[in-house]
């Protein structure tokens, strides 16, 4: 069955550096686009970036766009997001999911939090 | 963006009651491949969000054929024929026509 496991949360402080890491077991990686999503705790859901299967297209919401960086490695069928300048906004659970425009699966998050 | 706007906030129903969720689009979500991407989602407390129906009306395998979607444009609607004690949890719609993707705030169902 499908499996997404998020690992690679904690605290930073305001301005570090993080990096999650989703692995994929239970179905072909490579066939699929991927995405970051994101929920600040008792609050909603917002779409923070996406990448395509092959890793050579990929988006950001502008709330992250010049400091989050989407990647994937399609041997390890893994996908990262590398997260720079960080600022307590960004404290939230972090879900991998699968596909864009439908994204049917989710992990089960892994919590970031900024703080000082 | 495109704002995804949901009623009611707060749905308490009785078991074995119906039970229906609104979500509005600020613009139209067919997509220009002819697909209307609007999903619903259900997270239950203490759980990631678990997809129940993908475009407009689809329902993925394993959820109660209790619940249904349906809509056009920019007006759709979650339907839950009677509810039951499992259903309680916030339910989002999403849009995966316009970037960036939006979900709506969410409706919070409880058992009255």
């Known amino acids: 069955q499908v499996q997404l496991v998020e690992s690679g949360g904690g605290l930073v402080k305001p301005g570090g550096s993080l990096r999650l890491s989703c692995a994929a077991s239970g179905f072909t990686f490579s066939g699929y686009y991927m995405s970051w999503i994101r929920q600040v705790p008792g609050k909603g859901l917002e779409w923070v970036s996406f990448i395509s299967s092959d890793g050579t297209a990929m988006k950001y919401a502008d709330s992250v766009e010049g400091r989050f960086t989407i990647s994937r490695d399609n041997a390890k069928n893994s996908l990262y997001l590398q997260m720079n300048s960080l600022r307590a906004e960004d404290t939230a659970v972090y879900y991998c999911a699968r596909e864009v425009k439908t994204a049917g699966y989710w992990g089960q998050g892994t919590l970031v939090t900024v703080s000082s | 963006d495109v704002v995804m706007t949901q009623s009611p906030l707060s749905l308490p129903v009785t078991l074995g009651q119906p039970a229906s969720i609104s979500c509005r689009s600020g613009q139209g979500l067919v997509h220009s491949d002819g697909n209307t991407y609007l999903n619903w989602y259900q997270q239950r407390p203490g759980q990631s969000p678990r997809r129940l129906i993908y475009?407009?009306?689809n329902r993925d395998s394993g959820v109660p054929d209790r619940f249904s979607g349906s809509g056009s444009g920019s007006d759709f609607t979650l339907k839950i024929s009677r509810v039951e004690a499992e259903d309680v949890g916030i339910y989002y719609c999403?849009?995966?026509?316009?970037?960036?993707?939006?979900f709506g705030q969410g409706t919070k169902l409880e058992i009255k």
């Open positions: 999403m849009q995966g026509t316009h970037w960036p993707f939006t």
């Open positions: 475009r407009v009306s």
